[in-house]
């Protein structure tokens, strides 16, 4: 266990649905993270919080939207998704954004289709 | 463009033997490099950290090797073991000062028997 607990593990939804990803973190972090990894793809960070603050939007569509209500939860909701957003979603964590140990620890992830 | 790339899709080891896995980097300048682990259909776990003025970093039968001018970083795994085997991913911090780890593609290792 990382200590990163992310739900739900698996999530299928149309595109015309609305859906949240939730992830949160009992490790005392400052720093939250979503990253995306679709088949043959290296890992893409989506977005950064620093202290609830959000510190990196990679140019991600609005159809993703982050929240970080305060520095353990982390979510991030879906709405009218394409099938090309199937991936698995990971999120992150870390003591803080930026430092020189910014080793991530991962949760398991959000397996996500959509039809 | 930063560019991370990792050796290969596939690597096939014999147990027992050692495995060697590479990191190139371009258009980085970073001040550490980090490798990761992982499993199927779970998130990556944090393995070791190697800093610019390290040359190399070990722990148990890991050994990470980091050459700035190369741009280059090797991860060893000696004597490895049915269990060894997953995928294997570098981390660069984000250029420009960005926040986030950058990840390459990963190196699938498999050892066999």
């Known amino acids: 266990e990382t200590g990163v607990t992310q739900t739900p593990r698996h999530l299928v939804m149309g595109m015309t649905n609305k859906k949240s990803l939730k992830c949160e973190q009992h490790?005392?972090?400052?720093?939250m993270y979503w990253y995306k990894q679709s088949a043959k793809k290296p890992l893409e960070l989506m977005f950064v919080?620093?202290?609830?603050?959000?510190?990196e939007n990679n140019s991600v569509p609005s159809r993703f939207s982050p929240e970080c209500p305060n520095s353990s939860h982390l979510f991030l909701h879906l709405h009218t998704l394409q099938p090309e957003d199937s991936a698995l979603y990971l999120c992150?964590?870390?003591?803080?954004?930026?430092?020189?140990?910014?080793?991530?620890?991962f949760g398991s992830g959000t397996q996500l289709s959509v039809l | 463009s930063q560019k991370i790339e990792q050796n290969s899709e596939a690597l096939n080891i014999q147990e027992g033997k050692t495995a060697t896995l590479t990191c190139n980097y371009t258009?980085?300048?970073?001040?550490?490099l980090q490798w990761y682990r992982q499993d199927p259909g779970r998130g990556p776990v944090f393995l070791l950290l190697?800093?610019?003025?390290?040359k190399e970093k070990r722990k148990e039968r890991l050994k990470v090797t980091f050459d700035t001018t190369l741009k280059q970083s090797l991860f060893h795994i000696t004597a490895s073991q049915p269990a060894d085997s997953a995928t294997y991913l570098c981390?660069?911090?984000?250029?420009?000062?960005?926040?986030?780890?950058?990840f390459g593609k990963g190196t699938h290792l498999i050892i066999q028997p």
């Open positions: 992150a964590s870390s003591q803080k954004a930026g430092d020189s140990n910014e080793k991530l620890f």
């Open positions: 190697i800093r610019e003025n390290e």
């Open positions: 258009n980085y300048s970073p001040a550490y």
């Open positions: 919080y620093n202290f609830k603050e959000q510190t």
């Open positions: 490790l005392g972090h400052n720093a």
């Open positions: 981390a660069l911090v984000a250029g420009g000062g960005a926040d986030g780890l950058t």
